[in-house]
């Protein structure tokens, strides 16, 4: 998967943004980031729940991994090169449902 796949299909969600956070790019909904992606293109960074996390490693362990931030895990790691980009925009849609005003979610 390549990161313009990823970028796409983020800024095709409802209301997603994308604006700088550091040197990362970051996709945003209502303000808050759901997803990042440093600037070397190769990794994307989704903020997921535990139980959404936790299946994601356990089934693509070769290319998705915990994200932690300090000593917390805050989501996952998708190496781009080796994802499934069907996968890849499913997870990204967790991310932002996860982010996203209920109005947006249609609930």
């Known amino acids: 998967m390549k990161p313009e796949q990823l970028r796409q299909y983020a800024l095709s969600l409802p209301e997603a943004s994308e604006a700088p956070h550091f040197d990362y790019a970051s996709f945003r909904v209502g303000g808050r980031i759901f997803a990042t992606m440093p600037p070397d293109g190769k990794h994307a960074h989704l903020f997921l ?55 947006l979610r249609g609930g």
């Open 49 to 103: 729940d535990d139980e959404q996390r936790e299946l994601a490693v356990r089934l693509h362990p070769a290319w998705v991994e915990t994200l932690t931030w300090g000593s917390k895990a805050v989501g996952v790691r998708i190496r781009l090169a080796g994802a499934d980009p069907k996968t890849v925009a499913a997870l990204v849609r967790l991310a932002w449902e996860r982010r996203a005003p209920r109005a």
